[in-house]
C-alpha cells in the first residue's frame, strides 16, 4: 500500500464513521504566540477543546503538515540517528469535540489497525496512564487486548525519548491522559517494549497515540478541566506506512526513497545507506513546506529555525563532497512525490528554489574556513584526549561562519564530542552587553547631536539576539 492509500483510507475510515474531513492547517500558526511551529493535528482546533471556537461538526479527520524542529516537541537532532523521527512529518488525526471519548476511541483505533490495515494483532502493544483504569479496562476487557500486552505509564520519566502517557502541547493549552500503540518490528531490532530499560532502541516504534484530552494547563501549570472531555489522535503517516510496506525505518518508505535517490545524484555519493542522505531528504520536506507556508530565513524565530535547517542539511551535502549549491536542485523531486497531495508545494516551487538557492550560495561562501576551524580543534582535541568542544570557539563559528551551536554539535556528535554550551552561552552574552553599551554610547551621541526626537533600533536587534539565545536553550 502506498503512503498516498494508506493516508486516503485513514480518513475515508473516520468520514464514514461521521467525522468531516478537514484540510490541513499551515505550518504557521495562526494566532497563537506560545507555538513556533504547528507540531500536531490538534493545533488547528485548539480553541474548539477550550471551548473558545465551535464549529459546524463535532467530529473531525484530518492529515497534518507538522514541523518538530524547536519548541516542546523538537526532533530536529534526531533526524538521521532514529529510524522513526522526522522533522517535517504528516500526522493522521481524528478528533472528538465533547462528542465520544475512550471507548469509541480505543475501539475505532483497533478497528482501523487490525481490520482496515490489516495489522495482525500480535505485533501491536499499548500503554496507558499509570492510573487510568478506564482505558485498560477498554483494551483489556473489551477489545480483548492481553494483560501482558498493556504497560501502564506515568508522566515525564526524565528522558528525551521515554515513554510518556501524558501528552502537552507545549507548556501550556489543552492536554489529558493518554494511550499509545506501538507496532512490533521483530527480534531482529534492538530494543525493548515500552516502559523497559531498553524502550529507547527502535524494534517497538510508537505509531498511534489517543489523547483524552481532559485539562488546560495554564502558565502556572495548574490544570483546569475543559468544557467537555475531548479526543485528540495523532498516527505518524510515515511510520505506519513503514510499518504496512514491511519496512523497519521510515527512510525505507515509497515517499523516501525517491527522494534519497535524488540527493545521492546531487551529491554522487553511492551509499545509500549514508545517514546524510536521510539527513537530506528529510530537510529538503521540510525547508521547502515552511518556505511555501511563508517562512523565509532570517536571524531570529521561525526563520531562524529554518536557516539552521537549511544549514545542517548544507552541511551534511559538503559531508558527501558538495562544494557549491545543490540542495534547491532536490526540490523538483520532492515537488514530484508530494505536489499532488500539497499543491501549495507546486505553487511555489519557483520561490522555494530561489529561497534555497541563495542561502546555500551564502553559506557555502563561509563554510569552507569554518570547516577548517572546526576540524583543526577537533584534531588538537582528539591529540589530547580532550571531549568537550571549547564553547569560545562555537561561538565564533556561529559570530563569524555562520555556524549555528546546534550545527557545530551535530559536527561534534559524530566524533563523540560534546559542545560547552554554558561557555557559548557565557560569549554570546558578553558579545550582546558590548553591544548593548556601544548602542547606549552612540544613543547618547545621538541624543547630543540630533536632538530628542531621534529613534533608537539598537534594542530591537538585541532583542532578536536574546531570542536567538532562548531559541538554543530550548532546543
Ligand atoms: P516519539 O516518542 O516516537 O518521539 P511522540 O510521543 O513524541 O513520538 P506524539 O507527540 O505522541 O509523538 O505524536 C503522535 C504521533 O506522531 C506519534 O505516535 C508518531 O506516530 C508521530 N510522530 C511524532 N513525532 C514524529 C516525528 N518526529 N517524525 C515522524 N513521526 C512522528
Ligand atoms: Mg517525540
Ligand atoms: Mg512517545
Ligand atoms: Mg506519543
Same mark, same amino acid.
Given at each position: 500500500?502506498?503512503?498516498?492509500?494508506?493516508?486516503?483510507?485513514?480518513?475515508?475510515?473516520?468520514?464514514?464513521?461521521?467525522?468531516?474531513?478537514?484540510?490541513?492547517?499551515?505550518?504557521?500558526?495562526?494566532?497563537?504566540?506560545?507555538?513556533?511551529?504547528?507540531?500536531?493535528?490538534?493545533?488547528?482546533?485548539?480553541?474548539?477543546?477550550?471551548?473558545?471556537?465551535?464549529?459546524?461538526?463535532?467530529?473531525?479527520?484530518?492529515?497534518?503538515?507538522?514541523?518538530?524542529?524547536?519548541?516542546?516537541?523538537?526532533?530536529?537532532?534526531?533526524?538521521?540517528?532514529?529510524?522513526?523521527?522526522?522533522?517535517?512529518?504528516?500526522?493522521?488525526?481524528?478528533?472528538?469535540?465533547?462528542?465520544?471519548?475512550?471507548?469509541?476511541?480505543?475501539?475505532?483505533?483497533?478497528?482501523?489497525?487490525?481490520?482496515?490495515?490489516?495489522?495482525?494483532?500480535?505485533?501491536?502493544?499499548?500503554?496507558?496512564?499509570?492510573?487510568?483504569?478506564?482505558? %485498560? /479496562?477498554?483494551?483489556? @476487557?473489551?477489545? =480483548?487486548? *492481553?494483560?501482558?500486552?498493556?504497560?501502564?505509564? #506515568? +508522566?515525564?520519566?526524565?528522558?528525551?525519548?521515554?515513554?510518556?502517557?501524558?501528552?502537552?502541547?507545549?507548556?501550556?493549552?489543552?492536554?489529558?491522559?493518554?494511550?499509545?500503540?506501538? %507496532? /512490533?518490528?521483530?527480534? @531482529?531490532?534492538? =530494543?525493548? *517494549?515500552?516502559?523497559?530499560?531498553?524502550?529507547? #532502541? +527502535?524494534?517497538?516504534?510508537?505509531?498511534?497515540?489517543?489523547?483524552?484530552?481532559?485539562?488546560?494547563?495554564?502558565?502556572?501549570?495548574?490544570?483546569?478541566?475543559?468544557?467537555?472531555?475531548?479526543?485528540?489522535?495523532?498516527?505518524?503517516?510515515?511510520?505506519?506506512?513503514?510499518?504496512?510496506?514491511?519496512?523497519?525505518?521510515?527512510?525505507?518508505?515509497?515517499?523516501?526513497?525517491?527522494?534519497?535517490?535524488?540527493?545521492?545524484?546531487?551529491?554522487?555519493?553511492?551509499?545509500?545507506?549514508?545517514?546524510?542522505?536521510?539527513?537530506?531528504?528529510?530537510?529538503?520536506?521540510?525547508?521547502?513546506?515552511?518556505?511555501?507556508?511563508?517562512?523565509?530565513?532570517?536571524?531570529?524565530?521561525?526563520?531562524?529555525?529554518?536557516?539552521?535547517?537549511?544549514?545542517?542539511?548544507?552541511?551534511?551535502?559538503?559531508?558527501?563532497?558538495?562544494?557549491?549549491?545543490?540542495?534547491?536542485?532536490?526540490?523538483?523531486?520532492?515537488?514530484?512525490?508530494?505536489?499532488?497531495?500539497?499543491?501549495?508545494?507546486?505553487?511555489?516551487?519557483?520561490?522555494?528554489?530561489?529561497?534555497?538557492?541563495?542561502?546555500?550560495?551564502?553559506?557555502?561562501?563561509?563554510?569552507?574556513?569554518?570547516?577548517?576551524?572546526?576540524?583543526?580543534?577537533?584534531?588538537?582535541?582528539?591529540?589530547?584526549?580532550?571531549?568537550?568542544?571549547?564553547?569560545?570557539?562555537?561561538?565564533?563559528?556561529?559570530?563569524?561562519?555562520?555556524?549555528?551551536?546546534?550545527?557545530?554539535?551535530?559536527?561534534?556528535?559524530?566524533?563523540?564530542?560534546?559542545?560547552?554550551?554554558?561557555?557559548?552561552?557565557?560569549?554570546?552574552?558578553?558579545?550582546?552587553?558590548?553591544?548593548?553599551?556601544?548602542?547606549?554610547?552612540?544613543?547618547?551621541?545621538?541624543?547630543?547631536?540630533?536632538?530628542?526626537?531621534?529613534?533608537?533600533?539598537?534594542?530591537?536587534?538585541?532583542?532578536?539576539?536574546?531570542?536567538?539565545?532562548?531559541?538554543?536553550?530550548?532546543?
Amino acid at each position: 500500500m502506498k503512503s498516498a492509500e494508506i493516508r486516503q483510507k485513514f480518513l475515508d475510515f473516520f468520514a464514514a464513521k461521521g467525522h468531516q474531513i478537514v484540510s490541513s492547517s499551515s505550518l504557521v500558526p495562526h494566532d497563537d504566540p506560545t507555538l513556533l511551529f504547528t507540531n500536531a493535528g490538534m493545533n488547528q482546533f485548539k480553541d474548539v477543546f477550550l471551548g473558545f471556537d465551535k464549529r459546524p461538526y463535532n467530529r473531525a479527520t484530518t492529515s497534518q503538515k507538522c514541523v518538530r524542529a524547536g519548541g516542546k516537541h523538537n526532533d530536529l537532532e534526531n533526524v538521521g540517528y532514529t529510524a522513526r523521527h522526522h522533522t517535517f512529518f504528516e500526522m493522521l488525526g481524528n478528533f472528538s469535540f465533547g462528542d465520544y471519548f475512550k471507548r469509541d476511541a480505543i475501539k475505532y483505533a483497533w478497528e482501523l489497525l487490525t481490520e482496515v490495515y490489516g495489522l495482525p494483532k500480535d505485533k501491536l502493544m499499548v500503554t496507558v496512564y499509570a492510573e487510568d483504569d478506564e482505558a %485498560y /479496562d477498554i483494551w483489556h @476487557k473489551e477489545v =480483548g487486548v *492481553p494483560a501482558e500486552k498493556i504497560v501502564r505509564i #506515568g +508522566d515525564n520519566k526524565g528522558s528525551r525519548y521515554a515513554s510518556d502517557n501524558f501528552w502537552m502541547m507545549g507548556d501550556t493549552g489543552p492536554c489529558g491522559p493518554c494511550t499509545e500503540i506501538f %507496532y /512490533d518490528h521483530g527480534e @531482529k531490532h534492538w =530494543g525493548g *517494549p515500552p516502559g523497559s530499560p531498553e524502550e529507547d #532502541g +527502535d524494534r517497538f516504534i510508537e505509531i498511534w497515540n489517543n489523547v483524552f484530552m481532559q485539562f488546560n494547563r495554564d502558565e502556572a501549570g495548574v490544570m483546569h478541566p475543559l468544557p467537555k472531555p475531548s479526543v485528540d489522535t495523532g498516527m505518524g503517516l510515515e511510520r505506519i506506512s513503514a510499518v504496512l510496506q514491511g519496512v523497519h525505518a521510515n527512510y525505507e518508505i515509497d515517499l523516501f526513497q525517491a527522494l534519497i535517490a535524488a540527493a545521492a545524484r546531487e551529491t554522487s555519493d553511492a551509499d545509500m545507506n549514508s545517514p546524510s542522505l536521510k539527513v537530506l531528504a528529510d530537510h529538503v520536506r521540510a525547508c521547502s513546506f515552511l518556505i511555501a507556508d511563508g517562512v523565509i530565513p532570517g536571524n531570529e524565530g521561525r526563520g531562524y529555525v529554518l536557516r539552521r535547517i537549511i544549514r545542517r542539511a548544507i552541511r551534511h551535502g559538503y559531508k558527501l563532497g558538495a562544494r557549491a549549491a545543490f540542495f534547491h536542485r532536490i526540490v523538483p523531486d520532492l515537488v514530484g512525490e508530494m505536489g499532488e497531495a500539497y499543491p501549495e508545494l507546486k505553487e511555489n516551487q519557483a520561490k522555494i528554489v530561489a529561497t534555497l538557492k541563495q542561502e546555500e550560495d551564502r553559506f557555502f561562501a563561509t563554510i569552507e574556513n569554518g570547516m577548517e576551524i572546526l576540524e583543526g580543534e577537533l584534531a588538537a582535541m582528539a591529540d589530547k584526549g580532550v571531549t568537550v568542544f571549547n564553547g569560545e570557539t562555537a561561538f565564533k563559528l556561529h559570530d563569524t561562519y555562520g555556524f549555528p551551536l546546534d550545527l557545530t554539535a551535530d559536527i561534534c556528535r559524530e566524533r563523540d564530542v560534546t559542545v560547552d554550551g554554558a561557555a557559548f552561552d557565557a560569549a554570546m552574552a558578553r558579545q550582546k552587553e558590548q553591544a548593548r553599551a556601544a548602542g547606549k554610547f552612540k544613543m547618547a551621541v545621538n541624543l547630543e547631536y540630533a536632538g530628542a526626537e531621534t529613534t533608537f533600533h539598537g534594542y530591537e536587534s538585541l532583542d532578536a539576539k536574546g531570542k536567538v539565545l532562548a531559541l538554543y536553550k530550548d532546543g
